[in-house]
């Protein structure tokens, strides 16, 4: 039996956030992972079955095998995924989790005032449909 994808979760509203769905659309050439808007109905049932109130998220998820990585252990995951170049960023793992945890969560919590919210949520074009859970 095939492993299930990794799934990231993300703020679709977030300008941010969507911008790094789209990144991750366009530099996954293999085809590692699926997104899940939390605004969706699939994003929102991932972020309940792991304790994350959807209303009021204070963190995007990765959920691989089960398990969902937070915060900075999600974007190293996501960075991994993605293959070479961008996988030399997960070097940044030896910066000490609370470190890089405390960065990740100043940007999270100021994410609409740094670099804007969406009046509607991002939408995926119909070849990356595919890929994005509703």
Not at 5 to 25: E, G
Not at 46 to 52: Q, S
Request: aromatic share 10%.
């Amino acid at each position: 039996m095939a492993a299930e994808p990794p799934v990231i979760v993300f703020d679709a509203m977030c300008v941010l956030c969507s911008a790094n769905a789209q990144f991750v659309l366009r530099h996954d050439k293999a085809g590692v992972f699926r997104l899940a808007s939390m605004q969706g109905e699939a994003g929102q049932a991932l972020y309940r079955r792991f304790g994350i109130d959807p209303a009021d998220p204070d963190t995007m998820i990765v959920v691989r095998d089960g398990m969902a990585l937070r915060d900075s252990d999600a974007v190293l995951a996501i960075w991994g995924g993605l293959g070479w170049p961008w996988r030399a960023a997960t070097a940044l793992g030896f910066v000490p989790k609370r470190l890089r945890d405390a960065v990740y969560r100043l940007v999270a919590r100021n994410r609409y005032r740094l670099f804007g919210k969406r009046e509607s949520c991002w939408l995926p074009s119909a070849e990356q449909r595919s890929r994005v859970l509703r």
